[in-house]
């Protein structure tokens, strides 16, 4: 079983910046997880991909954030990052941490608001 804990959503205006964070517990998490993301949810809308790190380290980004959106990861592998700056009102979402294992289960986040006012 892995534990997500999600911090760091809020109100910024248009142009500003916030960054996610995720924690990750849970037995042997560190050698557990094959893949950290960041998805997110707008209202209407279904969950999509924002960005995910892999255990190599390569990074994959939705076109829609690419260049202001930055995703890392800590060397021990319990927490992921999601820099966000250049924020635009349709970046408005719910944004939920995922992890991937090794046993290929996926664990979800809570979800975190994100409101970007214009």
């Not at 916030?18 to 998805?39: E, K, P």
């Not at 279904?46 to 980004?61: M, P």
């Not at 290929?104 to 608001?113: E, H, I, L, N, P």
Request: with cysteine.
């Amino acid at each position: 079983q892995v534990q997500l804990v999600e911090s760091g959503g809020g109100l910024v205006q248009a142009g500003g910046s916030l960054r996610l964070s995720c924690a990750a517990s849970g037995r042997s998490v560190s050698i557990t997880i094959r893949a950290m993301g960041w998805y997110r949810q707008a209202p209407g809308k279904q969950r999509e991909l924002v960005a995910t790190i892999g255990r190599g380290g390569s990074t994959v980004y939705a076109d829609s954030v690419e260049g202001r959106f930055t995703i890392s990861r800590d060397n021990a592998w319990n927490t992921v990052y999601l820099q966000m700056n250049s924020l635009k009102p349709e970046d408005t979402a719910v944004y939920y941490c995922n992890v991937q294992t090794f046993a290929s289960r996926d664990y979800w986040g809570q979800g975190t608001q994100v409101t970007v006012s214009s």
